[in-house]
């Protein structure tokens, strides 16, 4: 009994370290399958809105990382690849670029509708290069992007869970590096790797927004970029722009991200400023993936601000630089746009020269409205040939000898009769009678003036 009894002993206990075995295993199996359940979306999508000429299509290519862009028309696609390196995964993100007339507008409901709603987030751009209309830009795109999703066939359950995690998202954005303390103290602040996650779990808190946050909350993720901010040492050189004109600008912009709920980034493509971190954004509010930048404000021209991070007791600090102005002022009144800024300098306007026989035609016309004689060309005269030298050298005149303008008349008025022949090839005479006393005449004048020339004294002679 014994030998039996120490027997079933040794098989229980090999059973409950099998066992122990086969739960490990199964954990580990459990788990990878798990995180193998967790690929990359490939449904998430981008959209860019802003005015022409803000850069809409280099920073997309930035982004790619393609040098040499091509500008499209209307609605533009293109796509970024996503690489997780902790999952060893990739995506395609699509990324959609909607043109800057307002006549496009329309094209919206192909890059957001009902379906992508949940999956997009939109990029709103302004450019350094025109700092006067930045305001009005953001407001106008803001108001267009407001006005399609209110168009969309959306539930009220559906708008009312969208914005519902636009508020979690901004009250969970904890500080790089704060995650773990954050974490510890209030499970609802901990920072997570993939946030869309636990927001559809359920996930609450009831804790109010700080001042003038998401007081517009239109249910999307907005990031908005203000490019080429390498124009500003251009700004200050030219435009006599001061740093206090930079931190009004920038209270103002931020104010509205605030309104929003937005993320900022102040990119330059000319120098690769902040485009990088701009990519590592986006996939981090998209995918959940890391994001362990703070945010930047010390350079002017690199501004970073989190989506979560800002508050109107930080933009306050702006506002001990402001002498000249102060950060209620009306946005256009102090960044006033050049009265001067063209790009060609003044020039005339280019005026279309009228087709030269349109135009002749067009005074024969009138002339003959007015009763006016043909034109010259029709003369017989000027279609008569002019007389050869060596014919006017037989005849002994000179065309500079005064006197000669009797000689010359009846040689003229005599070409008046010749007429073109029909088909002999010369010129016919009409009448033998008048041609000769063509000649006579001519003769007896040549003849008078010979005399008169070779005796310019004898005035009162008998012979004349």
């Known amino acids: 009994m014994d030998t039996n009894g120490q027997a079933n ?13 086969d739960n490990l295993w199964s954990a580990i199996l459990e788990e990878v399958q798990n995180q193998g359940n967790t690929k990359l979306p490939s449904n998430k999508n981008v959209l860019v809105l802003g005015d022409n000429e803000t850069g809409k299509t280099t920073l997309v290519a ?49 890059a957001l509708s009902e379906e992508t709603f949940p999956h997009t987030l939109v990029i709103l751009t302004v450019a350094m290069t025109t700092p006067w209309g930045i305001l009005d830009q953001l407001q106008s795109w803001a108001s267009v992007l407001g006005d399609h999703i209110d168009k969309l066939n959306l539930t009220p359950e559906h708008r009312l869970q969208s914005k519902k995690q636009q508020v979690q ?11 773990m303390e954050a974490s510890a103290s209030s499970p609802m602040k901990r920072s997570s790797r993939n946030l869309s ?22 249910g999307l993720d907005i990031v908005v970029v203000v490019t080429k901010t390498d124009y500003m040492s251009t700004l200050e050189k030219e435009h006599d722009y001061r740093d206090e004109h930079l931190d009004f600008m920038q209270q103002w912009i931020r104010r ?45 021209d690199a501004v970073l601000i989190p989506a979560g ?19 209620d002022d009306y946005y256009r009144d102090i960044i006033v746009q050049p009265a001067t800024r063209k790009s060609g300098g ?37 279609a008569s040939p002019r007389p050869h030298q060596s014919e006017i050298a037989r005849i002994g005149v000179s065309p500079g000898t005064p006197g000669n303008e009797g000689v010359l008349a009846n040689f003229f008025n005599s070409l008046l009769y010749k007429k073109t022949g029909g088909g002999g090839g010369g010129a016919r005479v009409d009448g033998a009678g008048g041609a000769a006393a063509a000649r006579s005449d001519a003769a007896a004048e040549l003849d008078r003036l010979t005399r008169t020339k070779r005796s310019p004294l004898d005035l009162n002679s008998s012979d004349c």
Request: proline residues 6%; charged residues 30%; negative net charge.
């Open 346 to 382: 003044s020039r005339e306007a280019e005026v279309q020269a009228e087709d030269e026989q349109t135009f002749l035609q067009r005074q024969v016309a009138a002339l003959h409205a007015l009763g006016a004689a043909p034109p010259r060309a029709d003369s017989p005269l000027r």
């Open 309 to 327: 991070w800002d508050s109107m007791k930080k933009i306050s600090i702006l506002y001990e630089n402001m002498q000249s102005c102060k950060p």
């Open 62 to 110: 930035k982004l790619q990382g393609v040098e040499d862009p091509k500008k499209g028309s209307a609605l533009e696609y293109a796509y970024i690849d996503v690489r997780d390196e902790y999952r060893d995964d990739h995506t395609r993100l699509s990324v959609w670029v909607l043109d800057g007339d307002p006549g496009h507008t329309n094209l919206l409901k192909f």
């Open 9 to 21: 002993g040794l098989k229980s206990k090999k059973k409950e370290n099998g066992d122990g075995k």
């Open 169 to 179: 998202k901004w009250q969970r954005y904890t500080e790089p590096g704060d995650e």
């Open 256 to 300: 509205f991200c605030l309104q929003y709920g937005a993320a900022l980034f102040y990119t330059s493509a000319k120098e690769d400023k902040n485009c990088d971190l701009l990519y590592k954004y986006l996939t981090h509010r998209i995918y959940g993936l890391p994001f362990r930048t703070p945010a930047l404000i010390v350079e002017k």
């Open 197 to 218: 996650d636990d927001l559809e779990n359920g996930d609450d808190d009831d804790s109010p927004l700080p001042e003038a946050v998401l007081t517009t909350n239109l």
